[in-house]
C-alpha cells in the first residue's frame, strides 16, 4: 500500500507543478513578416484578436483560448479557424495552423490598439506610429 501511496504522491505533485500556458502568455503586441516579407502586427486582448497588416488595416477577430489552441470567430460567433501556440515567452510567440507557422515578436508600443481606437487622436497617432515601423521593417 504504501508504494502506491507514495507513486500517487510523486504524480499529484509532478501533474500539479507543471507550467500550462494561459491568455496572459499571448497578451500584447505582436509583430512578424509573411512569406512576402509583408509586415503585419497582432493586438491580443482578454477578448479580442486583432490583425493589422499595412494593406488592409486593422481586422478584428474574437477568439477563444484551449489549452495551446486559439480559436478565432467573428463577431456573428462564426468560427473562422485555429492557431496552435507551438511555443511562448516573455519575448516570442510561435503560432500554426495546417498551412503555415509564424514567429511572432513582443513589441511594447507607448500607446495600446485597444485604447487608441477609442479616441480619434490616439488613433490618427497610433496608425502613424504602425507605419513607422511598417517603414522600418521593410527597409531593414
Known amino acids: 500500500m504504501k508504494p502506491i501511496c507514495v507513486l500517487v504522491l510523486i504524480l499529484s505533485f509532478t501533474l500539479g507543478c507543471k507550467q500550462e500556458k494561459t491568455n496572459k502568455d499571448i497578451l500584447g503586441h505582436w509583430w512578424s513578416t509573411q512569406e512576402d516579407s509583408s509586415y503585419f502586427e497582432l493586438y491580443i486582448n482578454e477578448i479580442e484578436f486583432v490583425l493589422n497588416h499595412a494593406s488592409y488595416g486593422p481586422i478584428p477577430r474574437k477568439y477563444e ?12 460567433n462564426e468560427k473562422l ?7 511562448s515567452s516573455d519575448s516570442v510567440l510561435v503560432l500554426s495552423n495546417q498551412e ?5 515578436y513582443r513589441i511594447n508600443i507607448p500607446n495600446s490598439y485597444f485604447e487608441s481606437y477609442q479616441d480619434s487622436l490616439d488613433w490618427e497617432s497610433f496608425e502613424e506610429e504602425f507605419h513607422l515601423r511598417y517603414l522600418k521593417r521593410r527597409y531593414q
Open 65 to 76: 483560448y484551449h489549452f495551446d489552441t486559439i480559436y478565432l470567430y467573428n463577431f456573428e
Open 81 to 87: 479557424g485555429k492557431w496552435r501556440i507551438v511555443d
Open 100 to 104: 503555415e507557422e509564424y514567429k511572432l
